[in-house]
């Protein structure tokens, strides 16, 4: 069974970093664009940042650009987001999905569990 598999979630004050790490088991997704999407409560889940397959390029949502970095490194099977200056409304549930191509709406075909982020004010 393919699963993606989150990581790096965490509790931070406001301004600080953390590091997301997004690694499949049961197959590779080389071939695959990535992308982490949120979920805060009581709110829809929306998207945050995508990345082709070959790594060159990224999108954004425009609430993380210049604060949010996304990678990946296709030789460990892994994908990254880096979050810097972490606001409040950060605060989500963090998921990685998978996806032939690279899409801003939640239509991707594989899904991770997801990893809690919760800023503090």
């Known amino acids: 069974q393919v699963q993606l598999v989150e990581s790096g979630g965490g509790l931070v004050q406001a301004g600080g970093s953390l590091r997301l790490s997004c690694a499949p088991s049961?197959?590779?997704?080389?071939?695959?664009?990535m992308a982490w999407f949120r979920q805060a409560p009581g709110k829809e889940r929306e998207f945050v940042a995508a990345?082709?397959?070959?790594?060159?390029?990224?999108y954004y949502a425009d609430s993380v650009k210049g604060r949010f970095t996304i990678s990946r490194d296709n030789a460990n099977n892994t994908v990254y987001l880096r979050m810097n200056s972490l606001e409040p409304e950060d605060t989500a549930v963090y998921y990685c999905?998978?996806?032939?191509?690279?899409?801003?709406?939640?239509?991707?075909?594989?899904w991770g569990q997801g990893t809690q982020v919760t800023v503090s004010s």
């Open positions: 990345i082709s397959w070959i790594g060159g390029t990224t």
């Open positions: 049961g197959r590779t997704f080389n071939s695959y664009a």
């Open positions: 999905a998978a996806n032939r191509v690279a899409l801003t709406t939640p239509r991707y075909d594989y």
